[in-house]
């Protein structure tokens, strides 16, 4: 394989990456889920419509894209930019209690 086509090939790789980089959203990387495991990554960062039910109960009930699902209280966090939000292990599919490792909420949700 010539050094061209590995260049390109490697480029094109990145690229994703670098499209899907978003600084304004670096406040998340403090966060992570109940297992400790880091909450979002710029690719997985979904923009959502987020309700909780009760934030003071463990499991918390939350209400995400319209499904329900019931996560431990270590993975509802406070949004920090006034955007709900949530983050996908699928990011392609429907919310499920399996995939959402964390969800962020804004105040009057």
């Known amino acids: 394989m010539s ?10 790789l990145l690229t994703p990456a670098w499209a899907a980089h978003r600084p304004d959203l670096a406040w998340m990387a403090r966060y992570s889920n109940y297992l400790g495991i880091g ?6 960062c979904i923009p959502a419509a ?4 009760d934030l ?5 009930e939350v209400m ?8 431990p209280r270590q ?3 406070h949004s920090e930019d006034g955007q709900a939000y949530y983050c996908s292990g699928a990011p392609q ?12 909420w804004t105040e009057g949700a």
């Open 56 to 60: 003071a109960s463990d499991p918390v």
């Open 93 to 104: 599919a429907p919310p499920t209690a399996v995939t959402v490792r964390c969800v962020f």
């Open 3 to 12: 050094r061209g086509i590995l260049l390109l090939c490697f480029i094109f």
């Open 39 to 44: 909450c979002c990554t710029e690719r997985d």
């Open 64 to 71: 995400v894209q319209g499904v329900v699902l019931v996560l």
């Open 50 to 53: 987020v309700a909780i039910r």
């Open 75 to 77: 993975s509802v966090h």
